[in-house]
């Protein structure tokens, strides 16, 4: 189906998009937050992802607090320190100034009313307070806890039973970095004594054999506050009784999980349904169950069901509530826009249920470049006869290479509201001054996307990539997607194959899909089955799989394709990488496919008819074409095992092993195509391969790469040395200096050797503009019995690039 | 010769073919900025360097599309908008086999236009690599904690 056919359905599907989409206006932002009570504000100085040692911190800010805090942010830790506190924004931003020229990644916060409360004064390393503020330190507290477990992989989870009489102290969670390694601990406090921690600890020895006591500083306990883990209030026994099992901890909070996502299920289904009323019952609900991974949608949900409702000023309560509740929530932005939303709008308007939405946001973002590339070869080649001296051969030159490549990438997404929706457009122009070489344009993308992230659906419409759920490349088609559970995700697709090969047969397919996840915060995965047909018959007809595990350290990806028309595995393919400490990673992989996965249309490689029906009409079977398919369809197995390891800040080493096999095929190709004689399979290859990565080896501002490798196999060994540097000089500009030399020898007595250097160079103009310049050339020499030639290869591009 | 073929095929290899990195999306909050850089083919992450700070970040994965027999731009950049608190970055990528030994390797510059710190890993989707970064503080200490420091 040509694209053309697709342009009323981008264009309607564009005015379909949200009715607020079409208000749209570049650049409108939602004001900062606004919530209930007065409002504080504080210059953040410092941030990092590990905890900020002492001697970082200034200790002449005298007018000011200074003080360290830490948020979840992007599922990622992060410590702050910051300076606070000021009345308006205005204030933060003239101080944040003030100190720009020593903090230059500093920036203006709006804290939190909790952690206004509950900061203290940073204590530097000698003891003395970090500033003079008239605000007095806390008061000494209790300063010992019992830490209940360690873990270093994970962050533990109470188990019970729970002594009555500790029911009133504070769990919280304690990470930190330990010689480079995370720790997360559960700790249990306070206590007066360490003598009072001990007797708890003594309490709670079944559950936590491994607990210990210790002090903590008065930082750690006024941050606990921050990381408290609440016990479900069923975990708590009145009295002890032994004798009766106890439900572990962990069980309680899986079925409050469970509720929680079921209730949260069918409020989302009366949303949908404009039941506001039953949503608000069932959101109420679950906001009285002990705090869950929903809680935070839920608090917003029951906002906007008021807000639907017209209760305008319990919308506004629940969102301000919200954002006390959840500062550094993802959605938190949604919430502060959605209240914004309310507390300007005009109160007789707001009274009016529902109200559209007017915060929006349409960005315009990508590239246009163009570039010349030329290449020209020049081939000398001697001839040595048995007998006799050696013979010159004509000298070959020739140009390989001229054209101009315009590439255009542009991306159009438009947010509002619940919508965010993009436009894609990717197209790539070749304009070949080579004789007797066409010009050709490669449309990549064209389509329309539309995402609602409140009930969770998409479509996309038009020209787009494909390689998943079954579909093995970019197509023509439409793609459609509804999460119908809160973990369950239901997809179809539809299309035909737009992949620029040859082939003249119309090809179709369809398929649906299914993801999972993620469960158990780590597992995620999908299933799907695709039919493909190709001029009325079955082209490809798979079932597969993928399943996905992450955790801080590792993560595996696991893929099955299977064509149940053939009979046959396309691809059994595991992946997996593993973190040792904080500077030694491995890595592997096992991939076993056919190559190209098993099709009809495999029945076409190597023949100038392109045509499969004309394949039938000539009398060929459809058995016998999918008998020519498997045969030209080669199997490839791989197997790859490597490691990284972090010397230093500046220097890494990385080596790896891999093996590979790829099978043979039989002579293919029906005249009046040119046969193709029977390739050998390449047997066992083994690679070997090791690099070094380093910066400022140079420069301060370099990065080199060294690599080695070697190659062996039934047929041919090789060695391979690389060096390639990357320095960026005077701001703006970039310099890549690359070099590479192989050599080969094979069974036969064949020699070959290469040297390949490249150089680049790059200009930065106006932040938006890059001019660049390549120049490379590729010195050959080939050397056989009887045969010896010389081949010198140049390569020149030049162009640049608009970011926009 | 065989092998002298391919390389004449790579070096002269015209850039018309698929584009492997879809989007780029970023989002910050409290200075913080998550990138997800979106491919089109499920990618493996293999390796990145420097560990976790710095101006350049070379990012090592490797393809593993279902398809294999598509050609692949040798070389692409994608730029994103602006985002507050966020050093402006542009991503480049090479796929030429010199890169990384390995099949389809799939080899990343992101290059920020001042030092960060950041976090690198696989995306949950199999799709994705995400980095989290933060603006690079640390080589701005204040001159009067300077004699703290060993």
């Given at each position: 189906?040509p ?5 009323p ?30 409002r504080?504000?504080?210059?953040t ?13 200034p200790?002449?800010l ?65 003891g ?5 503020s ?14 209940l ?10 188990v019970?039973?729970?002594?009555a ?7 919280y ?5 330990q ?7 559960l ?5 007066a ?5 001990e ?25 606990s506050?921050r990381?408290v ?26 079925d ?28 109420t ?8 991974r ?5 608090q ?31 959605g ?9 939303e309310?507390e ?68 159009g ?5 619940d919508y ?14 080579l ?12 389509y ?31 793609t ?6 809160p973990?369950?995700r ?12 040859p ?37 490809r007809?798979?079932?597969?799989a ?5 955790d ?14 053939y009979?046959?595995?396309n ?5 997996g ?52 398919a ?8 791989l ?21 590979y ?5 039989p ?7 040119t046969?193709l004689?029977?390739q050998?399979?390449t047997g066992d290859?083994y ?17 080199t ?10 047929s ?10 990357r ?21 036969l ?8 250097p490249?150089?680049?160079i ?5 932040d ?29 591009m ?6 926009f | ?27 910050s909050d ?9 491919f089109?083919?499920p ?5 990145h ?11 090592y ?5 279902l398809?294999?027999?598509?050609e ?8 994103t908008?602006?985002i ?13 086999r010199?890169?990384?030994?390995v ?33 690079d ?14």
């Open positions: 189906m694209l053309q056919k697709f342009v359905f981008l264009v309607v599907l564009i005015a379909l998009m949200s009715p607020s989409t079409a208000l749209a206006q570049t650049g409108t932002h939602a004001p900062t937050t606004a919530t209930a009570g007065t504080h504000f504080a210059v100085l410092l941030s990092s992802f590990e905890p900020i040692p002492d001697a970082l911190l200790t002449n005298k007018t000011h607090r200074v003080y360290r805090t830490q948020s979840e942010i992007f599922g990622k830790r992060i410590y702050f320190v910051r300076l606070g506190f000021f009345a308006t924004a205005a204030e933060a931003t003239a101080m944040r100034d003030t100190l720009a020229a020593r903090y230059p990644g500093a920036f203006m916060t709006e804290v939190t009313a909790e952690e206004f409360g509950a900061t203290t004064f940073v204590q530097i390393r000698n003395k307070p970090a500033s003079q008239s605000t007095p330190p806390a008061p000494r507290a209790d300063l010992y806890v019992v830490t477990v360690v873990s270093e992989t994970d962050t533990p989870l109470p019970g039973p729970w002594p009489k500790l029911k009133n102290k504070r769990i969670r304690r990470d930190i970095m010689n480079g390694a995370p720790r997360y601990s700790q249990l406090g306070f206590f004594s360490a003598a009072e921690a007797t708890a600890r003594k309490l709670l020895l079944a559950s936590y054999p491994q607990a210990g006591v210790r002090q903590i500083s008065q930082q750690e306990r006024d941050e506050g990381t883990v609440v016990l479900p209030a069923e975990t708590a026994a009145p009295t002890p009784k032994p004798a009766k099992p106890t439900l572990p901890l962990t069980s309680v909070r899986g409050v999980e469970s509720q929680a996502s079921n209730l949260l299920e069918q409020s989302r289904a009366a949303l949908t349904r404009g039941d506001n009323n039953s949503a608000i019952q069932l959101l609900k679950l906001l009285q169950l002990p705090p869950n929903h809680s935070q949608d839920a917003e949900l029951i906002g906007l069901a008021h807000e639907r409702n017209g209760e305008i000023a319990k919308a506004k309560r629940e969102y301000a509530l919200c954002l006390e509740l959840y500062p550094d929530w993802p938190a932005e949604r919430v502060r826009q959605r209240l914004a309310l300007t709008a005009p109160k007789t308007q707001a009274l009016k249920a529902p109200k559209k939405k007017e915060v929006s946001v349409s960005t315009a973002y990508g590239g246009f470049s163009q570039y010349y590339y030329r290449g020209n070869s020049r081939v000398d080649s001697t001839e040595t006869p048995i007998v006799g001296p050696p013979q010159p051969l004509p000298t070959l030159t020739s140009l390989d290479q001229s054209a101009l490549i315009s590439n255009l990438d542009l991306t997404r438009f947010r509002s509201g965010d929706n993009r436009v894609v457009i990717r197209d790539t122009y070749a304009l070949n001054f004789d007797n070489t066409d010009n050709e344009n490669r449309l990549y993308a064209a329309a996307e539309v995402r609602n992230k409140l009930y969770d659906y998409s479509g996309r419409l038009g020209r787009q990539p494909g390689n998943s759920a079954g579909v093995l490349g970019r197509f023509d088609g439409i459609l997607g509804y999460s119908f559970l973990k369950w239901i997809n179809v697709v539809a299309g035909e194959p737009a992949d620029f090969n082939i003249s047969s119309d090809r179709q397919f369809w398929g649906t899909s299914l993801d999972l996840g993620t469960f158990a915060e780590r597992w995620n995965g999908n299933a799907y089955y695709i039919n493909q047909t190709i001029d009325g018959i079955i082209d007809q798979a079932v597969g993928e399943l996905r595990y992450f801080p350290r590792s993560s595996l990806l696991s893929l099955v394709d299977y064509d149940v028309s009979g046959v595995l691809i059994a393919l595991l992946q990488t593993y973190q040792v400490g904080s500077k030694t990673s491995l890595n592997l992989l096992i991939d076993h496919r056919l190559a190209p996965v098993m099709q009809t249309s495999n029945a076409l490689i190597n023949e100038i008819n392109t045509s499969i029906s004309s394949f039938l009409q000539q009398g060929m079977t459809e058995e016998q074409l999918r008998a020519q498997e045969a030209r369809t080669p199997t490839s197995d197997i790859m095992i490597g490691a990284t390891h972090n010397f230093n800040p500046t220097w890494q080493l990385g080596g790896d092993i891999k093996r096999n790829i099978s043979g095929t002579a293919n190709g029906t005249p009046p195509a046969p004689a029977a050998q399979g290859v690679v070997y391969t090791l690099q070094g990565i380093a910066t400022a080896l140079l420069t301060k501002r370099d990065v790469v060294l690599s080695l490798s070697y190659i062996n196999s039934d041919y060994d090789g060695e391979s040395i690389s060096i390639n540097n320095t960026l000089f005077r701001e703006k500009w970039n310099l890549d200096l690359s070099l590479v030399y192989y050599q080969q020898q094979d069974n007595g064949t020699d070959l050797t290469r040297l390949t490249i150089v680049r790059g200009y930065r103009w106006r938006r503009i890059t001019f660049e310049l390549e120049a490379g050339m590729e010195k050959g020499e080939v050397t056989s019995s009887g045969l010896t030639e010389d081949s010198t290869l140049n390569f020149y030049i162009g640049y690039r608009w970011d | 010769m065989r092998a002298l073929g391919l390389a004449t095929c790579a070096l002269f290899a015209a850039v018309a073919d698929a584009q492997l990195l879809d989007d780029i999306e970023v989002r409290q200075g913080v900025a998550e990138i997800r850089l979106h089109t083919a990618v493996r992450y293999i390796k360097f420097p560990a976790e700070r710095g101006e350049l970040v070379k990012l994965l490797q393809v593993l599309s398809d294999g027999a598509e692949r731009a040798w070389q692409e950049y994608k730029h908008p602006s507050p608190l966020v050093p402006p970055f542009t991503v480049m990528y090479s796929t030429v010199t890169c990384l030994a099949r389809d390797p799939l080899c990343l510059d992101i290059q920020f236009s001042k030092p960060v710190r950041f976090r690198v890993r696989q995306g949950e989707d199999g799709r994705s690599i995400l980095l989290h970064v933060l603006a503080t640390d080589s701005h200490t204040p001159p009067s904690d300077t004699r703290n420091k060993r």
